[in-house]
């Protein structure tokens, strides 16, 4: 039973590290590191041109950048990878072998989980420069915000994997921003929910499928009764645990589907 869970590990781990590879050589990924340090410097020139905030104000544009470049690269990861695998017909190739699909797409999520990870790592480090550079404090808070705004560009990849499972890349694409714009305006979508009966219950039904994102982008927003925010008091440690176990649980059913979806796909 052991030998034959570390083989299912080993060849789960085979299509990580090949798709790890073949992500890296998208000149897209260097694109984006090149914005996100273009962002943390323009951070601080409008920092600059505040008024004795430019500590507060490099830390905000910063951390945007990291939570909207960050979804937009799982977008774009989670759309092409596996859709390119179909189109350059190595699909084929990859189903004679004794893999099972299950593990072909739960392989190509961890490997785009391990890109993403050094994307935001690198998202983190250039954040940390900048502010050291200018003598700004990073804090415990703004490792809670980068360590949040992690978990939900994983969701956002299981996102876009579940829909590339089954369609088009332009399509998922879309589908995907869809619901990551839905998922960042989820309190917005409650209150309309409760002034508007016509549109409470379509509402209702929309909250319980999409993600809720907000959970991950909380500072300047009232949490638990208590107003948060990186640049003074912000959430627990204990609620960056739950919002993980909500992500985790949430993009499990979602690799769930994927997997339900493209084990029923016929490639002939």
């Not at 050589?25 to 943390?40: D, Q, S």
């Not at 190595?90 to 392989?107: C, D, N, Q, S």
């Not at 391990?114 to 550079?133: D, E, N, S, Y």
Request: charged residues 15%; glycine residues 8%; aromatic residues 12%.
């Amino acid at each position: 039973m052991s030998g034959a869970v570390r083989q299912v590990g080993q060849r789960i781990a085979a299509i990580a590290l090949n798709t790890f590879r073949d992500a890296i050589r998208h000149r897209v990924l260097y694109g984006v590191a090149v914005v996100v340090l273009g962002f943390n410097l323009f951070g601080i020139v409008l920092g600059e041109m505040s008024l004795n905030e430019e500590g507060r104000v490099a830390r905000d544009v910063g951390l945007a950048g990291v939570s909207l470049f960050g979804a937009f690269t799982a977008i774009y990861l989670g759309v092409s990878l596996l859709y390119n695998e179909i189109q350059r017909k190595t699909i084929y190739t990859i189903l004679t072998k004794p893999i099972a699909r299950w593990e072909f797409v739960l392989g190509k999520y961890v490997g785009m989980c391990i890109t993403l990870t050094l994307l935001v790592a690198l998202f983190a480090v250039t954040m940390v420069a900048v502010l050291w550079l200018r003598d700004m404090p990073f804090g415990v808070a703004m490792t809670k915000a980068i360590v949040l705004a992690y978990m939900e560009v994983l969701i956002v990849a299981a996102v876009a994997i579940f829909f590339s499972s089954f369609s088009t890349p332009f399509l998922s694409g879309v589908f995907t921003f869809a619901i990551y714009f839905l998922g960042r305006v989820t309190p917005e979508m409650r209150a309309l929910a409760a002034r508007d009966d016509f549109l409470g219950g379509a509402m209702a039904v929309v909250l319980r499928i999409i993600p809720d994102l907000h959970l991950y982008a909380v500072s300047g927003s009232v949490v638990e009764g208590k107003h948060v925010s990186i640049h003074g008091d912000f959430v627990s440690w204990g609620y960056v645990a739950s919002a993980y176990g909500f992500g985790i649980l949430y993009a499990a059913a979602l690799l769930l589907l994927a997997i339900a979806i493209f084990s029923r796909r016929n490639f002939a």
